[in-house]
């Protein structure tokens, strides 16, 4: 069976770049980002981690850590990080998990059980599904899973909106529409009646007798 959201997301140890760390206890009491790598010096992905270092900042602003995985040893990370600084003029302050053995990327089933045990002499499209990404929570349930081809790269800027919904909706009974953005109306869910709306949102607007709108609650 598949991971879905509301899963635990399993737990390992691994190494990083910044040394061995428990999955479970580096999330601690906030959120995380696991984001996934088929290979070392490939070039979409070497745009994508650049990306990700610049946007560090807006992560931890949500308490959000943030961290990646490539099918290779941590020795070869250091060399990537150099190339991404390159190519990106971005600098990678963020773990980086080696993942020679294959074992969490088939915990998350990325890969399948008889993919081999180590990443030596396997080419990318050999990895072609450790392209995803996972939104855990602080009670280290899974909350979001996207993943993509090897030629499309992420949009993280999606993951950031997507990460403000989840945020916002696990305070409060509401819901986000289609292309929700930071400040813009939402959904008043069905276990909330009218008279509980009124209360708890003050004014609504009754677009259909199941979707009905008001202006985004504050934290």
């Known amino acids: 069976m598949s991971l879905r959201i509301n899963d635990t997301a399993p737990d390992f140890t691994a190494e990083t770049t910044q040394g061995t760390i ?19 010096f490939t070039p979409v992905c070497t745009t994508e981690l650049g990306t ?6 807006e992560f931890k602003k949500r308490n959000v850590k943030i961290i ?21 003029g971005q600098s990678v302050n ?31 499209a050999d ?3 450790v392209r995803s990404v996972y939104v855990i929570g602080p009670d280290k349930k ?36 289609a292309n929700w953005k930071q400040g813009e109306d939402v959904i ?9 709306a009124v209360k708890r949102f003050g004014a609504f607007e009754t677009i259909l007798p199941y979707l009905r709108k008001t202006k985004q609650p504050s934290a």
């Open 127 to 129: 990895n072609a599904t």
């Open 94 to 124: 963020y773990p980086l998990i080696g993942d020679k053995d294959l074992k969490v990327a088939k915990l998350y089933e990325m890969l399948p059980a008889g993919a081999g045990e180590t990443s030596e002499g396997r080419t990318p």
């Open 52 to 57: 990700m270092a610049g946007l560090e900042g």
């Open 142 to 177: 899974i909350k979001l899973v996207l993943t993509y081809p090897m030629t499309t790269g992420r949009n993280f800027d999606e993951i950031l909106r997507a990460i403000d919904s989840i945020q916002l909706t696990a305070k409060h009974q509401v819901a986000t529409p």
């Open 22 to 40: 428990n999955f479970h206890e580096w999330i601690g009491d906030g959120w995380a980002v696991l984001f996934s790598h088929p290979k070392n």
């Open 68 to 88: 990646g995985i490539s099918v290779d040893p941590v020795e070869s990370h250091g060399k990537w990080q150099d190339d991404i600084k390159k190519a990106t």
């Open 188 to 196: 008043i869910t069905a276990a909330v009646s009218n008279e509980d």
